[in-house]
T-cell receptor
Framework: ETGVTQSPTHLIKTRGQQVTLRCSSQ?????VSWYQQALGQGPQFIFQ???????GRGNFPPRFSGLQFPNYSSELNVNALELDDSALYLC????????????FGPGTRLTVT | SQKIEQNSEALNIQEGKTATLTCNYT??????LQWYRQDPGRGPVFLLL???NEKEKRKERLKVTFDTTLKQSLFHITASQPADSATYLC??????????WGAGTKLIIKP
């Protein structure tokens, strides 16, 4: 059974650029959630996808967008990068929407200069 | 506003003792609560889930309690080991079953 994978591991971008982060969910999981984690803080919910549909969104601006594909892998896109977007971006997959534990990938460390 | 609080200061415990971590919340009525472990530079790892109608859950050396009246969950590690040193995060399911996270408590087990 393959776990959750994310790519790339690290990324350095310049303010104003766009970035795409990728996540492969664990086999048998149909739900993917994306989180932003600043140093010393807990993960902040960005949005969640269930069977290719967005199922909820946290307090993030529209320049944060996403997709889920038929194989349940997912992308997070961030446009017009700002310095405050520098963080660890975590993807988590689960078997369903409610009452299930989440399995996290190793994260993508994004640095915006 | 909705808030989840965990001890912000690191918790230092002698090996072999029981470590107890606290998670308090306000303005929530969560259907369930989860505890995760996070090591530096890695994603969180699921430990335990406890539902609103459960008072206590155990898994090996781990125990979680959930008091919906006090709006508090306690996480215990018995017979602690240096390998238990990590940051422990609690997460509540909101009304949409999305997880809202605390900032975590850093646990240090001293040999």
């Amino acid at each position: 059974e393959t776990g959750v994978t994310q790519s790339p591991t690290h990324l350095i971008k310049t303010r104003g650029q766009q970035v795409t982060l990728r996540c492969s969910s664990q086999s048998g999981h149909n739900t993917v959630s994306w989180y932003q984690q600043a140093l010393g803080q807990g993960p902040q919910f960005i949005f969640q996808y269930y069977r290719e549909e967005e199922n909820g969104r946290g307090n993030f601006p529209p320049r944060f967008s996403g997709l889920q594909f038929p194989n349940y892998s997912s992308e997070l896109n961030v446009n017009a990068l700002e310095l405050d977007d520098s963080a660890l971006y975590l993807c988590a997959s689960s078997k369903g929407l409610a009452g299930y534990e989440q399995y996290f990938g190793p994260g993508t460390r994004l640095t915006v200069t | 506003s909705q808030k989840i609080e965990q001890n912000s200061e690191a918790l230092n415990i002698q090996e072999g003792k029981t470590a107890t971590l606290t998670c308090n919340y306000t303005n929530y009525s969560p259907a369930y609560l989860q505890w995760y472990r996070q090591d530096p530079g890695r994603g969180p790892v699921f430990l335990l889930l406890i539902r609103e109608n459960e008072k206590e859950k155990r898994k090996e050396r781990l125990k979680v309690t959930f008091d919906t009246t006090l709006k508090q969950s306690l996480f215990h590690i018995t017979a602690s080991q240096p390998a238990d040193s990590a940051t422990y995060l609690c997460a509540l399911a909101d009304s949409n079953y999305q997880l809202i996270w605390g900032a975590g408590t850093k646990l240090i087990i001293k040999p």
